[in-house]
C-alpha cells in the first residue's frame, strides 16, 4: 500500500499506521513542515520500505531505528545536522541526505555492519570539510554509489580538497579517485577504491581502479 500525503496538506506530524486499514509499505511527506520524528508514531510505520520526509524541517534522525523495515530513506533539504538513527536499518540501501547542515560522515559507523545492505548514498550540499571523514565510508560493504559533490561546484568543502580526486583517465574517462587513508600523512595517498573497493560511481563518474606503484629513487629530484 502506498501513502501519500500531498503538501498541501502540511500535516506537521507523522501520520498513524493504525488510521490505515492496511499499514502502508511507502510513504511520501514530501514538504509538510514536519519537524521531528518521534519513536511512537514512527512505531506503528514499522511496516514502511520507503520513506520520503523531503522538504521538511527535520533536525534529527533519532527515533528511525523504529522503522526497521526501509529500503529507502529520503531526508533531503531539511536541518539535519549529523547522521544519526540507523543502526538498526539493515535493509537500507538508498539513503539521501542532500541540501542538510550535516557536518561529518562519522554517523555511518552505523552502517559498518556486515548485515547492513547500504549500497548508495548521497550527501551533496551539506557541511562536509574535512578528508578525513571519507574513511567512514570504508565500513559500508555494500556501498557501490556515493555522491559528495554538486555538479562539480562542489557542494561539500571537502570536494575542493587537493586529495579528494585524482584525474579523468583514459579514452573512457573513467574516473580515478584518490584520498587519503590511515595513517593521515602527506604520502599515504592511496585510490579510493582501497578504501571502498566495491565502489562503481562516485559523484556520477565511474570509478576505475588504478593500482598506485611505490615511487622510485629516480622519481625524487636530484636522485640519481
Same mark, same amino acid.
Request: charged content about 15%.
Given at each position: 500500500?502506498?501513502?501519500?500525503?500531498?503538501?498541501a496538506?502540511?500535516?506537521r506530524?507523522?501520520?498513524?499506521?493504525?488510521?490505515?486499514?492496511?499499514?502502508?509499505?511507502?510513504?511520501?511527506?514530501?514538504?509538510?513542515?514536519i519537524?521531528?520524528?518521534?519513536?511512537?508514531? +514512527?512505531?506503528?510505520?514499522? #511496516?514502511?520500505?520507503? /520513506? %520520503? !520526509? &523531503?522538504? =521538511?524541517?527535520i533536525?534529527?534522525?533519532? $527515533? +528511525?531505528?523504529?522503522?526497521? #523495515?526501509l529500503?529507502? /530513506? %529520503? !531526508? &533531503?533539504? =531539511?536541518?539535519?545536522?549529523?547522521?544519526? $538513527? +540507523?543502526?538498526?536499518?539493515?535493509?537500507?540501501?538508498? /539513503?539521501? !541526505?542532500?541540501? =542538510?547542515k550535516?557536518?561529518?560522515?562519522? $554517523? +555511518?559507523?552505523?552502517?559498518h555492519?556486515p548485515?547492513h545492505?547500504?549500497?548508495f548514498?548521497?550527501?551533496?550540499?551539506?557541511?562536509?570539510?574535512?578528508?578525513?571523514?571519507?574513511n567512514?565510508l570504508?565500513g559500508?560493504?555494500?556501498?557501490?554509489?556515493?555522491?559528495?559533490?554538486?555538479?562539480?561546484?562542489?557542494g561539500?568543502?571537502?570536494?575542493?580538497?587537493?586529495?579528494?580526486?585524482?584525474?579523468?583517465?583514459g579514452?573512457?574517462?573513467?574516473?580515478?579517485?584518490?584520498?587519503?587513508?590511515?595513517?593521515?600523512?602527506?604520502?599515504?595517498?592511496?585510490?579510493?577504491?582501497?578504501?571502498?573497493?566495491?565502489?562503481?560511481?562516485?559523484?556520477?563518474?565511474?570509478?576505475?581502479?588504478?593500482?598506485?606503484?611505490?615511487?622510485?629513487?629516480?622519481d625524487?629530484?636530484?636522485?640519481?
Amino acid at each position: 500500500m502506498r501513502a501519500v500525503v500531498p503538501a498541501a496538506c502540511a500535516c506537521r506530524h507523522l501520520p498513524s499506521g493504525s488510521h490505515h486499514a492496511s499499514r502502508p509499505r511507502s510513504l511520501n511527506l514530501h514538504c509538510n513542515l514536519i519537524a521531528s520524528l518521534h519513536t511512537n508514531q +514512527l512505531a506503528s510505520l514499522a #511496516s514502511l520500505t520507503d /520513506l %520520503n !520526509l &523531503s522538504s =521538511n524541517h527535520i533536525e534529527s534522525m533519532r $527515533g +528511525l531505528h523504529a522503522c526497521p #523495515s526501509l529500503v529507502t /530513506l %529520503n !531526508l &533531503s533539504t =531539511n536541518r539535519l545536522r549529523q547522521i544519526d $538513527g +540507523l543502526s538498526q536499518a539493515f535493509g537500507l540501501r538508498k /539513503l539521501w !541526505l542532500p541540501f =542538510n547542515k550535516i557536518g561529518t560522515l562519522d $554517523g +555511518l559507523v552505523q552502517l559498518h555492519s556486515p548485515d547492513h545492505q547500504i549500497s548508495f548514498i548521497d550527501v551533496r550540499c551539506n557541511r562536509i570539510a574535512l578528508i578525513e571523514d571519507v574513511n567512514a565510508l570504508s565500513g559500508c560493504h555494500g556501498l557501490q554509489e556515493i555522491q559528495l559533490d554538486f555538479a562539480g561546484k562542489g557542494g561539500n568543502k571537502v570536494c575542493a580538497h587537493p586529495k579528494y580526486l585524482g584525474v579523468i583517465t583514459g579514452e573512457s574517462a573513467r574516473a580515478a579517485v584518490y584520498v587519503l587513508k590511515p595513517p593521515l600523512t602527506s604520502s599515504s595517498i592511496v585510490c579510493f577504491v582501497a578504501l571502498v573497493p566495491q565502489l562503481t560511481l562516485l559523484d556520477g563518474s565511474a570509478v576505475e581502479f588504478r593500482p598506485l606503484t611505490p615511487p622510485t629513487r629516480h622519481d625524487h629530484p636530484g636522485s640519481g
